[in-house]
């Protein structure tokens, strides 16, 4: 009923950007906050970064300065900026959408199929 398509990871230098989007489709009556996790090999899924509806965004302390993270309400797509990547942000990025479908009242949190980031020193 509801898809996450996500694009933009790739393998990219140390001190490279790359952006992430993720676009959600299907039964949506509406979408209340967007996220980016990671999650590296051995690790736990950490958060990256999350936006409000009204666009206000908080940052895991690793990232603060570096990424940026934004929406696009009309075409209901969630970016992430990536911008001095590190070595350390190798993971595999999944964005995590809380949306309300036609058939709930409550909203529920749904995953991407993830995209993998690779950062080379």
């Known amino acids: 009923q509801v898809q996450l398509v996500e694009s933009g990871g790739g393998l990219v230098q140390a001190g490279g950007s790359l952006r992430l989007s993720c676009a959600a489709s299907?039964?949506?009556?509406?979408?209340?906050?967007m996220g980016w996790y990671r999650q590296a090999p051995g690790n736990q899924r950490e958060l990256v970064a999350r936006i409000t509806r009204g666009g206000r965004p908080n940052y895991a302390d690793s990232v603060k300065g570096r990424f940026t993270i934004s929406r696009d309400n009309a075409k209901r797509t969630v970016f992430l900026q990536m911008n001095s990547l590190k070595p350390e942000d190798t993971a595999v990025y999944y964005c995590?959408?809380?949306?309300?479908?036609?058939?709930?009242?409550?909203?529920?949190?749904?995953w991407g199929q993830g995209t993998q980031v690779t950062v080379s020193s």
């Open positions: 299907g039964s949506i009556s509406s979408i209340r906050d």
């Open positions: 995590n959408v809380e949306i309300v479908t036609y058939y709930t009242t409550n909203p529920s949190a749904h």
